[in-house]
């Protein structure tokens, strides 16, 4: 056979575009089957949402660095608080619900997408949870202690609203849009 008689492969068909990249939250929060359109300022129950948000992670932030257990005793008062008592995690889920709420109220200032806003305030309420049953073991020792008399400090309490309020922004920036 010579070069000009040898089988030629067939042309490979025109292949389609690939599809273009929605421009809508993804994951729990986004909607499937929507059209791309660019993200635009937050309104509504979103906006109050990121607000929420917003204030709550503030809150559980400062409230890291106030009391959560005051112990009083005759030779006087003793405060326990700060990254000990709240450990981490809170930090952490503090700075996850100030970001996810200026990323709600301006889209494209938090270059990372973050996780769904609700679960960051679920989490926070775990953290919650096991820092009370803490507290309340610390509670009971004190009580055993003649003489000595325990309180939960105002940092738990602090913590408390902060993360109702990022749960309360979480629920309305990841549904806000779907309630009518």
């Given at each position: ?147 000595v008399t325990a309180s939960i400090g105002s940092g738990f309490w602090l913590n408390v609203v902060g993360t109702v309020l990022v749960l309360g922004g ?11």
């Open positions: 056979m010579d070069d000009d008689q040898q089988p030629r492969m067939p042309e490979p068909p025109d292949m389609p575009p690939p599809p273009a990249q929605s421009l809508q939250p993804r994951g729990m929060s986004g909607q499937p089957g929507g059209a791309a359109v660019p993200a635009g300022p937050a309104t509504g129950r979103i906006r109050t949402g990121a607000y929420l948000m917003l204030i709550g992670g503030a809150i559980v932030l400062l409230s890291t660095f106030l009391p959560r257990l005051t112990v009083t005793t005759t030779a006087g008062t003793t405060s326990f608080g700060g990254l000990q008592a709240t450990g981490f995690g809170t930090l952490i889920l503090a700075g996850f619900a100030v970001a996810k709420g200026f990323e709600a109220l301006r889209p494209g200032t938090v270059p990372m997408r973050l996780g769904s806003p609700i679960i960051t305030g679920v989490f926070m309420a775990v953290l919650l949870a096991f820092r009370w049953s803490d507290l309340q073991d610390g509670l009971d020792q004190a009580a055993g202690i003649p003489g979480g629920a309305l920036i990841q549904f806000g849009d779907r309630v009518r």
